[in-house]
């Protein structure tokens, strides 16, 4: 069987198909352009540089397109990084999609659709039950596909999905431990806080930022779907503002990109499961690519640190 991208270790030689998930340009020190490149299949990414990049390159290797490399893995500065020796863009007679190549939410759609309607039918709050069912029925195939970020946690496909159903779950748990909790709000935070999201990326494969999303960004998108909603579903009460609440604040700061910061209990509770899932989502995805025994790559929003994997289990 064909190793996995994840599964070559450092100094091992790679020949097989990729998809890029980004490109950025830019110029080396002798002034001569080179591609950054962030490769993938369907066990992760790993970045990659090309040196001496012609205009012509730039071009062609654009994210969402498939090529076929070969190179070295190696470790630079604590990271690994592939040293690309060869490189073209696939051809039709090569038989490979992007589907092949796309890493994907360990549930299916079906089973985060089931779920997260599950936990709407348990609403008894029908105002907060008719506006997350209305929100959620307008963006549902895209909710059940796009990533939850372009980097960092859930960037895969059905991500967005999968955060929230783990979320929801979590929720489930804390509502249990603390029954003062309004679970409705809680559960309706969940589902709606990251939905903008949905119109702030342009989709599942090479996510990126769409207009909306780089102007106005995923936040003030939701709120503004969560008024619209009321207005069609003829819906008025204190629900309306307190959800818009939820949405503005799950960031937690404002040094985060939280427009408000969390001033209802709910709100607090959302910030920190949100907080907790996208930890251990990165913390999983990083730890999946150590042996026992070693350090991670550092983890960027983890404040630049290295996690070890112990050699026991428990």
Same mark, same amino acid.
């Given at each position: 069987?064909?190793?996995?991208?994840?599964?070559?270790?450092? =100094?091992?030689?790679?020949?097989?198909?990729?998809?890029?998930?980004?490109?950025?340009? /830019?110029?080396?020190?002798?002034?001569?352009?080179?591609?950054?490149?962030?490769?993938?299949?369907?066990?992760?990414?790993?970045?990659?540089?090309?040196?001496?990049?012609?205009?012509?390159?730039?071009?062609?290797?654009? #994210?969402?397109?498939?090529?076929?490399?070969?190179?070295?893995?190696?470790?630079?500065? /604590?990271?690994?990084?592939?040293?690309?020796?060869?490189?073209?863009?696939?051809? #039709?007679?090569?038989?490979?999609?992007?589907?092949?190549? !796309?890493?994907?939410? #360990?549930?299916?759609?079906?089973?985060?659709?089931?779920?997260?309607?599950?936990?709407?039918?348990?609403?008894?709050?029908?105002?907060?039950?008719?506006?997350?069912?209305?929100? %959620?029925?307008?963006?549902y195939?895209?909710?059940?596909?796009?990533?939850?970020?372009?980097?960092?946690?859930?960037?895969?496909?059905?991500?967005? /999905?999968?955060?929230?159903?783990?979320?929801?779950?979590?929720?489930?748990?804390?509502?249990?431990?603390?029954p003062?909790?309004?679970?409705? %709000?809680?559960?309706?935070?969940?589902?709606?806080?990251?939905?903008?999201?949905?119109?702030?990326?342009? =989709?599942?494969?090479?996510?990126?930022?769409?207009i909306? /999303?780089?102007?106005?960004g995923?936040?003030?998108?939701?709120?503004?779907?969560?008024?619209?909603?009321?207005?069609? !579903? =003829?819906?008025?009460?204190?629900?309306?503002?307190?959800?818009?609440?939820?949405?503005l604040?799950?960031?937690?700061?404002?040094?985060?990109?939280?427009?408000?910061?969390?001033?209802?209990?709910?709100?607090?509770?959302?910030h920190?499961?949100?907080?907790?899932?996208?930890?251990?989502?990165?913390?999983?995805?990083? !730890?999946?690519?150590?042996?026992?025994?070693?350090?991670?790559?550092?983890?960027?929003?983890?404040?630049?640190?290295?996690?070890?994997?112990?050699?026991?289990?428990?």
């Open positions: 069987m064909l190793k996995e991208l994840l599964e070559y270790e450092v =100094g091992e030689h790679v020949d097989m198909f990729l998809l890029i998930k980004n490109a950025v340009r /830019g110029i080396a020190s002798n002034g001569k352009p080179f591609l950054t490149l962030i490769l993938q299949d369907r066990s992760g990414d790993i970045e990659a540089k090309l040196w001496d990049a012609s205009d012509d390159e730039v071009k062609i290797y654009q #994210p969402g397109k498939i090529v076929r490399v070969a190179g070295e893995v190696h470790n630079y500065r /604590g990271r690994m990084q592939l040293k690309i020796k060869q490189i073209r863009r696939s051809a #039709p007679q090569d038989g490979i999609t992007v589907a092949d190549l !796309l890493e994907t939410a #360990p549930l299916s759609k079906e089973e985060i659709s089931s779920k997260v309607t599950q936990y709407i039918f348990e609403m008894k709050n029908p105002n907060i039950q008719r506006i997350t069912r209305h929100l %959620l029925r307008k963006y195939e895209q909710f059940l596909e796009y990533p939850a970020a372009t980097k960092n946690h859930h960037e895969f496909v059905s991500g967005l /999905g999968f955060h929230v159903v783990s979320m929801l779950d979590l929720a489930r748990s804390i509502t249990e431990l603390y003062s909790l309004d679970r409705d %709000l809680l559960y309706a935070g969940i589902i709606l806080h990251d939905l903008g999201k949905v119109i702030e990326l342009t =989709g599942p494969v090479a996510a990126a930022y769409t909306e /999303g780089n102007l106005l995923h936040i003030t998108i939701m709120v503004e779907e969560i008024g619209k909603a009321a207005e069609e !579903l =003829g819906i008025q009460g204190e629900e309306i503002v307190v959800l818009q609440h939820l949405v604040s799950h960031h937690g700061k404002m040094e985060w990109g939280s427009p408000k910061q969390p001033m209802i209990k709910e709100a607090e509770i959302l920190l499961i949100d907080n907790l899932d996208a930890k251990m989502n990165m913390l999983d995805r990083a !730890l999946k690519r150590v042996k026992p025994g070693e350090y991670t790559e550092k983890i960027f929003p983890l404040d630049n640190r290295s996690f070890y994997k112990p050699t026991f289990h428990s």
